[in-house]
């Protein structure tokens, strides 16, 4: 689906043109022609090759999607691959987006996604003097947008982990922590996916040898790499956090174990005591101590209760019940 097909020339937009124009445009030196599309059918794709000569490996990564973030250099063009990610029902759904960066030509390719860049067209239509910089700055909007919409997502992790970290030495949560924990481990690990390729090809595109489209934007490029960096080192930060939360959590879990096995340890010594002392006076012998006393039953009782009493005092002293 075709959202925008734009010309710009010095900064300023001349008009919506037809896809089937787009050649006669590209010809025409001064000119940036950037085109948006939305979940392109394989008629639209082959459409776009024809009309800005681009390479079928990129256009077959950005037909079929799937692909691993990254930058690729076909000739004077750049293929950018960048990763969408959207949050629903707390689980985080992955979507991609497909920017090819030409001399005088942006078109990008969004894949699966509800999200739109329609303010970063608007964003670049607000500054001339930045648009006349020319395709380079284009994409450069386009991919700053896509990494400034991970920083949301870094946020709510880290409130997340905040929350499990305020509840995980409440009793009884053992379980509802851990099954959190991992919910949590596998978002970041999800946004980690998208955001470290990303960061080792980013550096192609400032300082030492960068494409020509983008010689003219590298401090822009270098701001998404900062951010880029920014956000891993939070996400490592989020996942040696949960990495001791689980810890934690485990060891309570084990704590408490123990504590439950202590008890039952200081229950069943009460009682074996207890049962042995009836065992001996149950026995069937004619000839026994007492088995003709009248008191003999209240002694028995009164030194089975006692040897329990003294054993229960003994076992609450040092904590165990």
């Known amino acids: 689906m075709l959202i925008n097909c734009a010309v710009y020339q010095?900064?300023?937009?001349?008009?919506?043109?037809?896809?089937?124009?787009?050649?006669?445009?590209?010809?025409?030196?001064?000119?940036?022609?950037?085109?948006?599309?939305?979940?392109?059918?394989?008629?639209?794709?082959?459409?776009?090759?024809?009309?800005?000569?681009?390479?079928?490996?990129?256009?077959?990564?950005?037909?079929?999607?799937?692909?691993?973030?990254?930058?690729?250099?076909?000739?004077?063009?750049?293929?950018?691959?960048?990763?969408?990610?959207?949050?629903?029902?707390?689980?985080?759904?992955?979507?991609?987006?497909?920017?090819?960066?030409?001399?005088?030509f942006v078109l990008s390719v969004r894949n699966g996604s509800k999200q739109d860049f329609l303010g970063v067209r608007e964003r670049c239509e607000r500054e001339p003097e930045l648009l006349k910089l020319g395709s380079g700055f284009v994409s450069y909007a386009l991919m700053d947008a896509v990494v400034d919409r991970y920083f949301p997502l870094v946020e709510a992790l880290e409130s997340d982990l905040e929350d499990v970290e305020a509840q995980i030495f409440e009793r009884g949560s053992a379980r509802w922590n851990i099954e959190r924990l991992y919910a949590l481990k596998h978002r970041s690990s999800m946004l980690r996916h998208a955001v470290v390729p990303l960061l080792e090809v980013v550096g192609k595109l400032h300082g030492g040898r960068v494409p020509a489209v983008c010689m003219n934007s590298q401090e822009y490029f270098r701001d998404v790499h900062d951010h880029l960096a920014r956000i891993n080192s939070a996400l490592d930060t989020i996942r040696d956090t949960i990495t001791t939360a689980i810890q934690v959590n485990l060891s309570l879990v084990t704590i408490e174990e123990s504590e439950v096995t202590k008890r039952l340890a200081a229950w069943a010594a009460i009682f074996a005591v207890s049962t042995a002392l009836a065992g001996i006076w149950g026995m069937n012998f004619e000839f026994m101590p007492e088995i003709k006393w009248k008191y003999g039953y209240p002694m028995a009782l009164g030194v089975i209760g006692s040897i329990a009493g003294i054993l229960y005092w003994r076992f609450r002293r040092q904590g165990w019940l």
């Not at 948006?36 to 009309?51: C, G, I, K």
């Not at 692909?67 to 250099?73: L, N, S, T």
């Not at 689980?91 to 001399?103: D, Q, R, W, Y």
């Open 10 to 104: 010095e900064g300023q937009k001349l008009s919506d043109i037809p896809v089937e124009d787009i050649s006669n445009w590209l010809a025409k030196p001064g000119c940036l022609t950037w085109v948006a599309l939305r979940d392109a059918s394989l008629v639209e794709m082959t459409q776009m090759q024809e009309e800005f000569d681009l390479h079928p490996l990129a256009i077959e990564d950005a037909t079929h999607g799937h692909q691993r973030p990254k930058i690729e250099e076909y000739g004077d063009t750049v293929f950018v691959v960048m990763h969408l990610l959207e949050v629903h029902q707390d689980e985080i759904k992955v979507s991609e987006v497909a920017i090819f960066v030409g001399p005088n």
